[in-house]
């Protein structure tokens, strides 16, 4: 969930490139996540305050959880979050969490996530990479457009297929 509420702000931020990484050195017990986009960014004033949750830049409510949930998370599992911005030209999020913590979230259903996030905003570019230690794979949607040639990510077949291809892939990483 962390990851969706971060690309939605990365999408109402005007992004149309998203990258999603999802970093895990089992040797190093961390477990890291950055979110990137080429959003427009976060000015100095609201960014010293953005993992406040009565900090938000919403005019429908007075509160804004993404980044401060995510940070209690990285807290929680023995570990923080940075957040850097600016202005015109985008955010980065890196949060990074003790791997084995007993509070670390598991990543739930990640393949769907990265699914649901590139049939829903068709027009945005999104790229995944997952690695553990040495081992890493890379989903991009650019990538997969130009071989489906027109075929739209939201076709059912193709959704499912993605899911599992992802699922697969990122299984595959966790294999000694």
Same mark, same amino acid.
């Given at each position: 969930?962390?990851?969706? =509420? /971060?690309?939605?702000?990365? +999408? ?7 990258? +999603?990484? &999802?970093?895990?050195?089992? =040797? ?23 993992? =406040?949750? !009565? ?25 923080? /979050? $940075? ?5 015109? !030209? ?19 259903? +990640?393949?769907?996530? &990265? ?18 230690? =040495? $081992?890493? !794979? ?12 027109? &075929? ?10 993605? $899911? ?9 990483? !966790?294999?000694?």
């Amino acid at each position: 969930m962390h990851i969706l =509420d /971060i690309v939605q702000n990365s +999408i109402s931020g005007g992004a149309s490139f998203i990258e +999603i990484r &999802i970093n895990v050195q089992t =040797d190093k017990n961390v477990f890291e996540i950055t979110i990137v986009d080429n959003g427009c960014g976060i000015d100095e004033e609201m960014l010293s305050h953005v993992t =406040d949750p !009565y900090t938000t830049t919403r005019t429908t409510r007075k509160v804004g959880l993404g980044l401060p949930l995510l940070k209690h998370t990285a807290e929680q599992a023995n570990g923080y /979050i $940075k957040v850097y911005s600016e202005k015109d !030209y985008g955010t980065k999020v890196y949060a990074v969490l003790q791997n084995d913590h007993i509070d670390r979230p598991d990543l739930g259903d +990640i393949a769907g996530t &990265i699914v649901l996030l590139a049939t829903a905003n068709p027009k945005i570019e999104i790229k995944y990479i997952h690695r553990v230690n =040495d $081992k890493q !794979y890379i989903f991009e949607t650019r990538e997969i457009k130009e071989v489906l040639e027109g &075929i739209p990510l939201n076709e059912p077949k193709i959704r499912n297929y993605l $899911k599992e291809m992802i699922s697969e892939n990122i299984n595959e990483l !966790y294999v000694m």
